[in-house]
């Protein structure tokens, strides 16, 4: 079967996307080990007493719990038996879903994946935003429930 352009243009296609992805992975793979490790400390030596501390009562719960999950890498379903070991110990439902939102939404690793294609004003901008936004939302929920 002779070579048709399409067969060229596609093999073109997955070369750049290919070298593009060994360039990607080779500038972060530190990071992502790096959030990966932090997370893996936490989930291991986190005291479960030290939840307890983080009631609805506590108005710093929440941005401590976003700020806590930023260096952690993780998606929203691996988090979810920390979550719920966060809930049983009773710490508020506002500050368990602040802490789930932004390990998902703004952890170190993403950030800088984003960084690939964003200046550093506009990723602080949008982090900034992203946490004061998932902050509120949390200390809604503590009001709520």
Known sequence: MENLPIDNAWKKMHQY????????????????FLGVGIGALFHGFFPLQW????????LFAVPMAVIVG????????????????MLLKGVAVG?????MMSIAAISLPEL???????HWRALALFTGIVAVSITLVGLLFNLIF
């Open 17 to 32: 996307a290919t070298t593009e992805a060994k360039k990607i992975i080779a500038e972060i793979w530190k990071w992502v």
């Open 51 to 58: 939840a307890e501390t983080l009631n609805s009562d506590n």
């Open 70 to 85: 930023v260096p952690l890498y993780s998606d929203e379903v691996g988090v979810i038996p920390l979550v719920e070991a």
């Open 95 to 99: 500050t368990t879903l602040a802490f």
């Open 112 to 118: 800088l994946i984003l960084k690939k294609v964003m």
